[in-house]
């Protein structure tokens, strides 16, 4: 099989791509290694399996159409799996063009590749940013995802909304992933963990916002991949029992699916920096601050639908997803 993996110098991408190889997949990796951040630990990712024979890399921006047309002509991907985006909630506030560059234009070749190409599966990343203003917990998929309170949000729900559009009209077999808080080795250096790793490590206090009244369904990012990885190998189907009068938002009469994948066990951030402060063996300094704008308190994830597709469901402990981190980051950045 035949799998292009976008985002493939990424922190979820990497890991996909390194599994999909594992298991002998063809893997075409795009990427195009902005400098959202440093690049380096981009491709320090990729030189983990760039030597692979089953692995060939691509230079590319999703804004790219006739790049975009060019590769999926060339390849004829079996299945897809589009992780590249621009990520983050609060740089959607200081740079919003390049959230519709590339979440949005992006995604649209995508598609197109997609359904031009007839790939028989899209598996793409939502976010459960997407559930906004909800307070109603666990979030669930059945629920209606309206009120977004970021454009990085607005954009994966616009993803969605584009995807099911062409699950309807072309047949095109489609499923959109809420990934929840994710954390672990090769992490994001934007994401908390990193960020206060960081700062504990240099002496520094770390930012600890809404005054540290936060809750977030931490998600190992070996929880994510084995997600995704069952994920691509069932294809998404329609709802033989959707009905139009009362339609279920996660899924449809067309072959479209959406499901979490989160621990469903959200943590205090308080209980966060203490796990964190274990494995470092050192004690943060805080600065309590009020929530950001575009934040939300609180997430939480209902996993039962992915539990009844798949059989799975996401399960490791922050203890041991946050010693693992550390483990990796100190043989990364201070060995």
């Known amino acids: ?30 990427d195009n290694l902005n400098d959202y951040y440093d690049p380096q630990l981009k491709l320090d990712r990729l030189k983990r399996f760039e030597a692979e024979a089953g692995f060939t890399f691509v230079k590319l921006d999703l804004a790219d159409r006739a790049g975009m047309e060019k590769l999926f002509a060339e390849q004829k991907f079996d299945k897809v799996v589009h992780l590249a985006a621009q990520a983050g909630v609060r740089y959607s506030l200081k740079n919003p063009h390049a959230y519709i560059d590339s979440n949005l234009v992006g995604f649209t070749h995508i ?33 209606p995802v309206d009120h977004p309170v970021s454009l990085y949000a607005a954009t994966k729900k616009a993803n969605e909304l584009m995807a099911h559009t062409y699950s309807h009209l072309y047949g095109l077999p489609t499923t959109g992933l809420r990934f929840f808080t994710v954390y672990g080795p090769w992490g994001r250096p934007d994401m908390a963990l990193f960020l206060f790793t960081q700062a504990i490590l240099e002496g520094r206090p770390i930012d ?67 796990a ?60």
């Open 1 to 30: 099989m035949k799998v292009l993996v976008t985002g493939a110098a990424g922190f979820i991408g990497s890991h996909v791509a390194s599994q999909l190889l594992a298991r002998g997949e063809q893997v075409v990796g795009l």
């Open 111 to 143: 598609l197109e590749g997609c359904r031009h190409q007839r790939v028989q599966h899209l598996v793409y990343a939502s976010s459960s940013s997407v559930y906004g203003g909800n307070t109603r917990m666990p979030f669930s998929e059945h629920d």
């Open 208 to 274: 600890v916002f809404n005054h540290g009244n936060m809750q977030r369904d931490f998600t190992y990012i070996d929880d994510i991949i084995e997600g995704v990885i069952r994920v691509l190998d069932k294809p998404a189907t329609p709802n033989p029992d959707f009905e139009p009068l009362q339609p279920d938002p996660g899924t449809s009469h067309a072959p479209y699916r959406v499901f979490n994948i989160g621990n469903h066990n959200p943590v205090p951030l308080m209980d966060f920096i203490a």
């Open 276 to 335: 964190l402060e274990k494995a470092l063996g050192m004690t943060a300094r805080k600065n309590f601050l009020p929530l950001q704008d575009g934040d939300v308190p609180a997430t939480y994830a209902d996993v039962d639908a992915l539990k009844d597709w798949v059989g799975f469901q996401p399960g490791t402990p922050i203890e041991i997803g946050v010693g693992r981190f550390i483990e990796w980051y100190r043989s990364y950045y201070v060995e």
